[in-house]
C-alpha cells in the first residue's frame, strides 16, 4: 500500500511538471507571436513615415510637434527617446495595417519624422571651383505595438531627399 501511494505521489509530481512545462512554452509562443506582429506593426509605420519625408512639398519641421521634428541638441537623450509615443500631438498615426488579415490589424503603429541636418553630398568633386550640392537627410523612427501591448518594436531608417 505504501508503494502505490508513493508511486502515485510520483506520477502526481510528473504530470505537474509536465502541465508546467506545457504552460512555460505556450507562453513563450504567444510572446514570440506578439513581438513578430509588435515587428511588422513598426515595419509598416516605418514605410508610412518614409512615405510622409516623400511628398513633394513638406511641412515645417521648426514646430517639433504632431511626428516632425528637428533633431536634439548634442548631449541631449534623442528626440525618438523622449517623445510621448501614446501621444497623437506628438506622434503621427500609422494606419499601413488597418486591413491585414487576422490580429496583425489590431497591432499599433507611430512614427516620427526628423529632418537632419543639411550636409555635403558624398563623392561631389572638392575642387576649388566647383560648387558643393547639399542633400537634406530624414530619419524615421517607428515604434510597433504588438496585439497584447506588452511586446513593442522600435525601427529606423535614415535616406537622403
Request: aromatic share 6%.
Amino acid at each position: 500500500m505504501v508503494i502505490a501511494l508513493v508511486m502515485l505521489l510520483v506520477l502526481t509530481l510528473l504530470a505537474t511538471a509536465s502541465a508546467r512545462m506545457t504552460l512555460m512554452e505556450e507562453r513563450m509562443t504567444g510572446n514570440t507571436q506578439d513581438r513578430n506582429i509588435a515587428f511588422q506593426a513598426a515595419e509598416g509605420g516605418l514605410r508610412a513615415g518614409e512615405g510622409e519625408a516623400q511628398v513633394p512639398v513638406l511641412p515645417d519641421f521648426e514646430v517639433n510637434q504632431q511626428g516632425l521634428y528637428t533633431p536634439a541638441d548634442p548631449g541631449d537623450d534623442p528626440v525618438w527617446a523622449t517623445v510621448d509615443w501614446t501621444s497623437a500631438q506628438d506622434v503621427l498615426i500609422s494606419d499601413e495595417l488597418a486591413d491585414a488579415p487576422g490580429t496583425l490589424a489590431a497591432a499599433r503603429a507611430s512614427y516620427i519624422v526628423e529632418q537632419l541636418p543639411r550636409v555635403a553630398t558624398p563623392g561631389e568633386s572638392l575642387a576649388a571651383d566647383a560648387t558643393v550640392d547639399e542633400a537634406t537627410f530624414y530619419r524615421v523612427t517607428s515604434r510597433g505595438v504588438g496585439v497584447g501591448g506588452n511586446a513593442t518594436v522600435t525601427l529606423q531608417s535614415t535616406f537622403k531627399r
